[in-house]
């Protein structure tokens, strides 16, 4: 990449779907050197997906949990993995390497919700337990970006949750 390619990735990066012409005249060449050049990058796979951003709360979604997994001893989150995948509100499901081998996010409208997917999440196979933190608009000023362990569910019943 060069110091133009760079102009037309910050480009879209600011707008994915800010027009050629408008990159072209803000950068200083043609519009088929933009198309041109975006087209490589594509087709090199520098840039792998140009998307767009929601306002969720306009979409009816009051807040995102962030959710650490750990499995049941001498198992593997691998079953359960497949169905966060499926799961209704879980947006990103991966594995993670540390105290916890799964982690999740998840779109709610309200705490009831929350509590209701959790719950869901909870019955999945071989998930021993599950940290949460949530952010909700606002909370960002009140808490200065500080999210909380709200829940820790462990399947051991002798156990005592948080």
Not at 91 to 118: M, N, P, W
Not at 128 to 148: A, P, W
């Amino acid at each position: 990449m060069d110091r133009t390619d760079w102009k037309i990735v910050k480009e879209l990066m600011e707008d994915a779907r800010k027009p050629f012409t408008k990159i072209a005249k803000k950068i200083g060449i043609s519009t088929q050197s933009v198309i041109k050049r975006y087209n490589k990058l594509k087709d090199d796979g520098t840039i792998q997906l140009c998307s767009i951003s929601l306002d969720l709360e306009k979409i009816g979604y009051k807040g995102i949990a962030y959710l650490l997994m750990k499995s049941s001893h001498g198992s593997s989150l691998d079953e359960a993995i497949v169905h966060l995948r499926k799961t209704k509100n879980i947006i990103i499901t991966t594995r993670a390497i540390g105290d916890f081998e799964g982690y999740a996010i998840l779109i709610f409208k309200d705490l009831t919700d929350l509590y209701d997917k959790v719950s869901q999440i909870k019955k999945f196979p071989n998930i021993e337990r599950i940290e949460l933190s949530f952010s909700t608009k606002g909370t960002s000023n009140f808490l200065s970006q500080r999210k909380f362990k709200i829940y820790e569910y462990k399947q051991n019943p002798s156990e005592k949750s948080v």
